[in-house]
């Protein structure tokens, strides 16, 4: 597709269980992001990937969450043993280059509801 | 420890009037600044952005202003049309990481 596709658009799981979100970067994008958004929050940093670089994992809230981007393309976002407070709505953007000076082009997010 | 921050979390102008953003920042070595907007079940889309080296920039209806003695950055949109009623994000950085303000919903009023 033309735009950043994520998967799925809605989640509801039961605390305690293990879910797994999907981004689809626009062809060619060497950089991908996942952040999320909080009730009133603003967007929060999780990880970056950049190529085959080693990806930047400072933004994960606990070893609950993580993340893996098969052949340079789709990444899949998992938190294992979901809490309510991981409630949010997920989102993945990518970017031609590593730099923030390229704009980021983000999906519509998954919103996640952990009840 | 919020690094860019947006104390207005909604604004309402009148349609044609001046819509005015305003976001701070605390970090220094950031050089260099977006805003976004988001609609509803919609991801943020990038709008215009600003180099450090700049102190505004304009495209179209939209203009934003870096004051780095300050860390401030505002955005200014005019005149405000219906289809900017959304949620308006400050994003900064000095890497590749975006560090995002909690966002401003802006109403414009027929």
């Known amino acids: 597709g033309a735009g950043v596709s994520q998967s799925p658009s809605n989640k509801v799981t039961e605390k305690g269980k293990d879910v797994e979100l999907r981004c689809d970067p626009i062809?060619?994008?060497?950089?991908l992001y996942w952040y999320r958004q909080s009730l009133g929050q603003g967007l929060e940093f999780l990880i970056y990937?950049?190529?085959?670089?080693?990806?930047?994992k400072s933004g994960l809230p606990s070893d609950r969450f993580s993340a893996e981007r098969t052949g340079g393309s789709v990444s899949t976002l998992t938190i294992q043993r979901t809490q309510q407070e991981d409630s949010a709505v997920y989102l993945c953007?990518?970017?031609?280059?590593?730099?923030?000076?390229?704009?980021?082009?983000f999906g519509q997010g998954t919103r996640l509801t952990v009840v | 420890d919020q690094q860019v921050k947006q104390n207005s979390p909604s604004l309402s102008v009148q349609e044609g009037r001046i819509s005015i953003l305003n976001c701070d920042y605390t970090?220094?070595?950031?050089?260099?600044f977006l805003w976004y907007k988001k609609y509803p079940a919609e991801g943020p889309t990038f709008l215009i952005s600003?180099?450090?080296?700049?102190d505004k920039n304009e495209d179209g209806r939209f203009t934003v202003f870096l004051n780095k003695s300050a860390k401030h950055l505002s955005l200014h949109i005019v005149p405000s049309q219906p289809g900017d009623s959304a949620v308006y994000f400050c994003?900064?950085?000095?890497?590749?990481?975006?560090?995002f303000g909690a966002g401003t919903t802006v109403t414009v009023r027929a």
């Open positions: 062809s060619g994008h060497t950089a």
């Open positions: 994003a900064a950085t000095n890497d590749y990481k975006l560090s």
């Open positions: 970090n220094s070595m950031f050089d260099y």
């Open positions: 990937f950049q190529g085959n670089s080693a990806p930047d």
């Open positions: 953007a990518s970017s031609l280059v590593g730099q923030g000076q390229t704009e980021a082009f």
């Open positions: 600003i180099s450090s080296i700049k």
